[in-house]
């Protein structure tokens, strides 16, 4: 059974304040790892696909990598703007069609 | 430029009561899903249709069936609502099953009471 486990559940951030988020994920061969934005009130929002270790993508301030055992985002610099959860989604090769989600990091910047 | 549109937004229904929940998307996507989330837990896959006329069990589908009306609309049913199903619940679609981004409406907020 695949699994995917974040950490922090929350992390406060002074803006500016530079850190990175964790998840660890337990599958039975990557298909894709999916990284996605969710703000209070909406649905998730997606950031990045990442498919084999070693794989790297930025967005603005943000940047995920990904190991055969877990992916980081990194949060380079934020800003206020950047308070939200940060989910984090596994899609296995013999399953394609579920993905797995982890319950999010929930993050904050204060300015 | 409407992506995924849910609707209603909230809902309060009673228990026992019967509802549908609606989900319609404009980016000529194949695939649709109906998730879950709950405080906690994550996104859940309730159920899913890789195309147009085809659907299948997700990780908790007890209590709920699924139309694909077509290839733009998705709805989801609870027959007999029970306070259990209290949660938020997301459409989203993809271009296919396999390595593509799913792109989420914004949830429509159930109670049952």
């Known amino acids: 059974e695949d699994q995917v486990t974040q950490s922090p559940e929350a992390l406060r951030l002074q803006e500016g304040e530079s850190s990175s988020l964790n998840c660890s994920y337990t599958v039975s061969g990557l298909r894709g790892l999916f990284w996605y934005r969710q703000d209070p009130g909406k649905g998730p929002e997606f950031l990045f696909t990442l498919y084999s270790a070693g794989e790297e993508k930025e967005k603005e301030r943000l940047k995920a990598t990904l190991t055969k055992k877990e992916s980081f985002l990194h949060i380079t610099a934020p800003k206020p703007e950047d308070s939200a959860t940060y989910l984090c989604a596994v899609q296995d090769g013999g399953s394609a069609r579920q993905l797995t989600f982890g319950s999010g990091t929930q993050l904050t910047v204060l300015p | 430029n409407a992506g995924v549109t849910q609707t209603p937004k909230f809902q309060v229904l009673k228990t026992g009561q019967s509802m549908t929940l609606q989900c319609a998307q404009d980016?000529?996507?194949?695939?649709m899903y109906w998730y879950r989330q709950d405080p906690g837990m994550g996104l859940r896959l309730i159920y899913y249709s890789a195309s147009e006329g085809t659907t299948d069990k997700g990780e908790v589908p007890n209590g709920y069936n699924v139309s694909r009306l077509n290839k733009r609309e998705f709805s989801l049913r609870l027959e007999s609502a029970a306070p259990s199903q209290t949660s938020v619940y997301f459409c989203a679609s993809s271009a296919g099953l396999s390595n593509q981004p799913q792109h989420f409406g914004d949830g429509t907020r159930l109670s049952i009471l």
């Open positions: 980016m000529n996507h194949n695939s």
